[in-house]
């Protein structure tokens, strides 16, 4: 993720987040709206999908790359399976997938991020060296390195996605655990006897919160085209199990003669990566108005 420096100038590493009064500001946003409502309605579809559309996985052969029509609306693929039922499923998985590995890399950078501000010493230095090494590195070369040493799957590929996304928001994480850590309420609390791990929760961990989950949500729309881009590449889930990327890679076999099989997963993840994009832009202005500038 090379989100924080869409949100935070050079310098403001520390700021924290008034959350409230973003979302309020975000919500006055045409192209805010817009993008919420566009990813609400991703989010149930994927949702319902279940109970609108058929098992996306059992193969038709007999109705093999048929063109839409009135029963297949998007047409089928090479196995007979309706394009529209594996696009609405697959949205659930690369969607969710998405949101899985931005919760694991929020939550993994929060901790580690706070826990390195709040004690010091030798192990915020490890901490911070680690942050350092895997900001040093291309994230998608460390991604796939990881991803090709645990093998092709969903599962694998979250891991090493989550593997790799945590160090931006641990490095937040701990530039605003260090600045709360020298603040006068923080100070009065410990000399009244405050336990370090009290001070560390009941006013550290929410002041590093709003920032770390204001720039992971930065980061969805470069987690679902990285996501989508490596199940491209068959690292992600596995045929027949119905993904955008997985679908898009199936489709190049057939393109020539049957390009109606890349527009229900293209559509779904250009939709998709739009409105992040639109949503990320709106927040990044209303957070930090100057860093667009």
């Given amino acids: 993720m090379t989100v924080l420096s869409a949100i935070l100038r050079p310098g403001q590493e520390s700021a924290q987040v008034d959350t409230a009064g973003a979302f309020s500001r975000l919500l006055r946003r045409w192209d805010a709206r817009m993008a919420i409502l566009i990813l609400a309605l991703v989010g149930a579809v994927a949702a319902v999908a279940p109970l609108i559309t058929m098992d996306p996985d059992v193969p038709d052969y007999p109705n093999s790359l048929m063109p839409p029509d009135s029963v297949h609306f998007l047409g089928t693929d090479e196995a007979g399976r309706d394009l529209l039922a594996r696009t609405l499923w697959g949205a659930q998985l690369s969607l969710g997938s998405a949101l899985l590995v931005t919760a694991l890399t929020a939550i993994t950078g929060l901790v580690l991020g706070v826990i390195s501000g709040c004690v010091g010493g030798a192990l915020d230095t490890i901490v911070s060296r680690l942050i350092d090494v895997l900001l040093g590195l291309p994230g998608l070369i460390v991604t796939l390195a990881i991803a090709g040493l645990l093998g092709p799957g969903f599962l694998n590929l979250v891991i090493a996605m989550s593997a790799t996304g945590w ?37 550290v961990l929410p002041a590093a919160a709003s920032g770390v989950a204001v720039v992971a949500t930065l980061g969805i729309g470069e987690v679902v085209i990285a996501l989508a881009g490596l199940s491209f590449l068959g690292l992600g889930a596995q045929p027949p ?18 390009p109606w099989q890349i527009l229900g997963p293209g559509t779904g993840l250009v939709a998709t990566v739009l409105a992040a994009t639109m949503l990320s832009e709106a927040l990044r202005d209303v957070t930090n108005p100057g860093a667009g500038h």
């Fill in 167 to 203: 160090a931006v928001l641990a490095r937040l994480a701990r530039a605003t655990s260090r600045q709360t850590m020298h603040q006068g309420h923080v100070r009065a609390a410990r000399m009244a006897g405050a336990s370090l791990g009290r001070v560390a929760f009941e006013h």
């Fill in 241 to 258: 199990t119905a993904e955008w990327g997985t679908m898009l890679a199936d489709a190049r076999q057939t393109l020539a003669y049957a």
